[in-house]
């Protein structure tokens, strides 16, 4: 199938056009004016669906007759809405007919799935939103505010000092005090890291060079000495590697634009005046970027 | 990887036929088999809610709850969404799972008549709650709806039938969500749904959790509670549980909750609500497919009420007692004893005795049941049970539910609860094999860490051990098991517990255990033991602590941890141990006082307090029990 068939616009202007022309077919002056209330066969036929839907049975005839009965009286009174104009200032109608509009043209965009080079194409165009967020292997030795009180900070220093000494190094297996989380950590995300030590901690963490023992770095429980083996910075996985979400970003983005894109071909139908003229410009231009 | 697999062809050719079925469930028994066997064990908690509702619940929508699934996750793993009134909202630290678990009855009922659909709004019910909701008249159609599901008058026109395409539908969109959302190792989004069953508006809910994929779970559509394809009694529940997993290979279990609703109703001593004994087949289903309990959330916490643990002083938190969940029907005292989770333990022993089998022997773990789409638990970033009680300067004052019964304020909501996982990763399987053997706790909404560990030998030395929680494994059980079977010379058991507070969070005040037991007369016992606390604080000549002091700053919505211990850690021993008497205990942990959300709005709004509303609140973590059978 050709492109422009898929085209949901298309879809749109062809069924407005179809509404147009069944407008004025029943807007014709003759019906109009016309008095009569048909309840044809189809119409009938439609109630002993509606209600076999909903009860699973056949209406008895007292029952279709109950039904008949309340269209007319529905359509009776609808008319008279009608002609005392009871449709123009009202709130709920208003909204219910112009939200019917939408959910005619809301679901008409699933059609067509993108091809790969659409997603490639989508995926370089919005790095930010697939990025993986960097990871970090690290080992830590904890020193406890609540047990070391006021020297928790000396206590960091110089066993920041024993840690690195080339000499005679400690071993960090031992130095510190426990900590229920462990020790070695290897690849984490920001968020991971967040999640144990605090985001302060994690921000700090970015901050410091690889291969020798930092710090003294503050988390909520005290002071860590901190080894990072390894740091990968942020990277883009391949499209192969998140296809799915490229999809539904792509499916969701696509829905979007062609329902702005509707509402600008709408819109464009009208001369609107905002009565402040520089609100009514700027009202303008949003809807037409959106 | 080319070259091994190569290398390894002649040897896996020589591999043995694959073992047939029966004989690997020898191996593996139960659902979860031991996960520390050669693969390590749980060093991580994962957090995450198993029981948030978006638009697509009846009463959420109905409340003006305009989030659907997509938002509830997004939120979940981060992101900032806009709330339903406007609200921009975010979560201080994203969640690590999430199970969304919508009402069965009527899924996707409200999306569609917000949207008007015809089929709807030809019934004159329909026509009039969507004409109602549109004049801003949501909160009492909300409440009318609830009312009239509650006393299971809804009229048939407006029930989507589990076989009706709106209802396949509602389902397959839920799945389609969590399959969207689910990223193993990073977020896990559990395939999930709540059987809200009430008689006579006594709650008797269920959230149903799937270990699987749509590929199993879009076999069945979500079990519903009226009849003839629904029903409101657990018995069938767990009889359409057994025929998923039967007919899928699926994995399935039930999470009950607000039991403080259920008018004494959720955990029977002698009969089921329709007057039924228990017998062998309820406490074993029972057992086998809730092997947890939703203990706190926004509905009031669950864990004991004063009346049933009058020695407590912290039993009386956050309590909702004025009736069943409409509060059609006013609570009485005798009711509580079915309602609680530590009662209810303590039943469990009882019933165990007489029928062989205990039907309560649960984990715990807290949700939120929000109906906002918004999972939040904490005290400074609370958006209220649903869309009417989202942040603004006058939702203390509401009353959240009027009747006979009396009245419930909108300031009585509970800003809890999370469920928190000892899990060797990230993902479906590793989460919910952790609940099904219940290495899992509930907090209030804090994000403490809480081991506890129970076996026969544990000493201070293993407190000390720079990984104590090796020697929790390999000398004892975790959270939610069974004591190993006594030797000869042990005396009493042991209980390594210890705690970190929440890394941003406020410091720990005390860690307790609460023993409960089975005496030789058949008559239950309960006792509350501190065991580790902050400072230098001694009991005193009745055994009873100090407390630790209030540091809140009610004008300013503000604490400090200049009191508390932001670790406390210690190896405990049952001082009162009787070898031939059933037991379980479990470990509460509680923070120092902080600010509750009530008094957070107050500042933020510059509004007054209500008068009754506490200013202060006391977050704690409820472990899941460890069990002591004697003999075994």
């Known amino acids: 199938m050709k492109r422009w068939l898929q085209e949901p616009l298309l879809h749109f202007l062809l069924i407005g056009a179809a509404l147009f022309a069944l407008f004025y077919q029943v807007a014709d002056p003759e019906t109009v004016s016309d008095n009569r209330i048909v309840i044809s066969e189809q119409d009938i036929d439609r109630m002993i669906t509606l209600f076999e839907r909903k009860l699973q049975r056949l209406p008895t005839e007292q029952e279709l007759n109950g039904l008949v009965e309340a269209h007319i009286r529905e359509e009776v009174?609808?008319?008279?809405?009608?002609?005392?104009?009871?449709?123009?200032?009202?709130?709920?109608?208003?909204?219910?007919?112009?939200?019917?509009?939408?959910?005619?043209?809301?679901?008409?965009?699933?059609?067509?799935?993108?091809?790969?080079?659409?997603?490639?194409?989508?995926?370089?165009?919005?790095?930010?939103?697939?990025?993986?967020?960097?990871?970090?292997?690290?080992?830590?030795?904890?020193?406890s505010a609540d047990e070391r009180g006021d020297k928790v900070m000396t206590d960091a220093q110089q066993l920041l000092v024993a840690l690195n000494s080339k000499q005679n190094p400690i071993d960090s297996d031992t130095a510190g005090d426990p900590f229920m989380f462990g020790y070695t950590f290897d690849a984490q995300s920001d968020h991971q890291i967040s999640g144990m030590f605090g985001s302060d901690f994690a921000t700090s963490l970015a901050t410091l060079a690889a291969g020798s023992w930092q710090g003294p770095v503050a988390s909520g429980y005290g002071l860590h000495l901190v080894y990072i083996n390894d740091r990968t910075e942020p990277w883009r996985p391949l499209l192969s590697e998140i296809r799915d979400s490229v999809l539904y970003e792509v499916l969701a983005e696509r829905r979007q634009l062609a329902n702005s894109a509707f509402y600008k071909t709408l819109l464009e139908r009208y001369d609107v005046i905002v009565e402040q003229p520089l609100m009514q410009q700027s009202l303008v231009e949003t809807e037409l970027t959106q | 990887m080319f070259a091994f697999s190569l290398g390894s062809y002649p040897a896996w050719a020589q591999l043995p036929p694959p073992p047939d079925k029966q004989s690997f469930a020898d191996v593996y028994t139960g659902k979860s088999y031991s996960p520390y066997a050669g693969r390590g064990f749980p060093s991580r908690v994962y957090w995450g809610d198993t029981h948030l509702h978006t638009a697509m619940s009846f009463d959420a929508g109905a409340f003006g709850n305009r989030l659907g699934l997509d938002e509830a996750y997004q939120f979940a793993r981060g992101d900032e969404v806009v709330s339903s009134t406007g609200v921009p909202a975010k979560l201080s630290r994203p969640l690590d799972w999430l199970m969304v678990a919508d009402h069965s009855d009527n899924m996707g009922f409200f999306p569609d008549l917000l949207a008007g659909s015809q089929h709807l709004l030809s019934d004159p019910t329909g026509r009039d709650w969507y004409d109602r909701i549109q004049a801003g008249e949501g909160v009492d159609v909300a409440l009318e709806i609830i009312g009239l599901f509650s006393q299971g008058k809804i009229p048939d026109s407006m029930m989507y039938s589990p076989d009706s395409m709106p209802y396949k539908s509602a389902?397959?969109?839920?799945?389609?969500?969590?399959?969207?959302?689910?990223?193993?190792?990073?977020?896990?989004?559990?395939?999930?749904?709540?059987?809200?069953?009430?008689?006579?508006?006594?709650?008797?809910?269920?959230?149903?959790?799937?270990?699987?994929?749509?590929?199993?779970?879009?076999?069945?559509?979500?079990?519903?509670?009226?009849?003839?394809?629904?029903?409101?009694?657990?018995?069938?529940?767990?009889?359409?549980?057994?025929?998923?997993?039967?007919?899928?290979?699926?994995d399935v279990l039930a999470i009950a909750h607000n039991g403080n609703l259920s008018n004494g109703i959720m955990f029977p001593l002698h009969e089921q609500y329709d007057g039924k004994n228990l017998d062998k087949t309820y406490v074993t289903e029972r057992a086998k497919w809730e092997p947890a309990y939703e203990v706190t959330q926004i509905k009031?916490?669950?864990?004991?009420?004063?009346?049933?643990?009058?020695?407590?002083?912290?039993?009386?938190?956050?309590?909702?007692?004025?009736?069943?969940?409409?509060?059609?029907?006013?609570?009485?005292?005798?009711?509580?004893?079915?309602?609680?989770?530590?009662?209810?333990?303590?039943?469990?022993?009882?019933?165990?005795?007489?029928?062989?089998?205990?039907?309560?022997?649960?984990?715990?773990?807290?949700?939120?049941d929000s109906h906002t789409s918004l999972a939040t638990a904490q005290e400074d970033n609370f958006f209220g049970k649903h869309s009417g009680y989202e942040p603004g300067p006058e939702r203390m004052t509401h009353p959240f539910m009027t009747t006979d019964a009396g009245t419930l304020y909108a300031w009585q909501q509970v800003s809890s609860g999370l469920a928190a996982v000892w899990a060797t990763e990230n993902t479906r399987e590793s989460i919910f094999d952790a609940i099904a053997r219940k290495e899992i706790y509930g907090t209030t909404g804090s994000r403490m860490a809480v081991r506890f560990f129970g076996g026969w030998e544990f000493t201070e030395q293993d407190i000390k051990n720079r990984q104590p929680a090796f020697s929790g494994y390999s000398k004892g059980v975790p959270m939610g098991g069974d004591l190993s079977k006594k030797p000869e010379n042990a005396r009493s058991p042991t209980f390594m517990v210890f705690a970190l507070r929440d890394p941003v969070g406020a410091n720990l005040d005390r860690i307790q255990i609460i023993k409960g037991w089975l005496d030789d007369k058949g008559k239950t016992h309960e006792k509350v033991y501190d065991v580790a606390w902050s400072g230098e604080r001694k009991p005193d000549t009745n055994g009873k602590l100090p407390p630790v002091g209030n540091t809140v700053d009610v004008k300013n919505a503000n604490w400090t941890n200049t009191i508390g211990a932001s670790e406390l850690a210690t190896v405990w021993t049952d001082p009162d141990f009787d070898p031939k008497q059933k037991a379980f205990y479990y470990a509460r942990v509680i923070e120092i006082p902080t600010p509750r959300w009530s008094t957070y709005d107050a500042f933020r709004y510059g509004v007054e307090l209500p008068k009754d509303a506490p200013t202060a609140t006391r977050e704690r973590a409820y472990t899941s029990p460890i069990w002591y059978v004697p003999g075994s």
Do not use: C
């Not at chain 2, 009031?300 to 409409?326: K, Q, R």
């Open chain 1, 77 to 143: 009174l609808y008319r008279e809405a009608l002609a005392m104009g009871l449709d123009q200032d009202d709130t709920i109608v208003r909204r219910r007919m112009a939200q019917k509009v939408e959910f005619m043209f809301n679901d008409l965009v699933d059609a067509a799935e993108p091809t790969d080079e659409e997603l490639q194409q989508y995926l370089d165009g919005n790095p930010d939103k697939f990025i993986e967020s960097a990871r970090t292997s690290f080992i830590h030795v904890y020193l």
């Open chain 2, 171 to 250: 389902w397959q969109a839920t799945i389609k969500a969590a399959e969207k959302y689910n990223d193993p190792g990073k977020f896990t989004a559990f395939i999930g749904y709540e059987w809200t069953s009430l008689i006579k508006g006594d709650n008797l809910h269920r959230v149903v959790m799937y270990r699987d994929g749509a590929d199993k779970a879009s076999q069945m559509v979500a079990y519903t509670t009226f009849p003839p394809l629904g029903s409101p009694n657990p018995r069938d529940l767990w009889k359409w549980m057994s025929t998923y997993e039967e007919k899928t290979g699926g």
């Open chain 2, 300 to 368: 009031g916490d669950g864990e004991t009420h004063p009346f049933l643990s009058p020695e407590d002083e912290f039993a009386d938190y956050e309590t909702w007692d004025l009736g069943n969940l409409d509060a059609s029907v006013a609570k009485t005292d005798g009711m509580l004893a079915g309602e609680y989770a530590r009662e209810a333990l303590k039943r469990g022993l009882a019933i165990e005795k007489k029928l062989g089998t205990n039907p309560y022997k649960f984990g715990m773990i807290g949700s939120t």
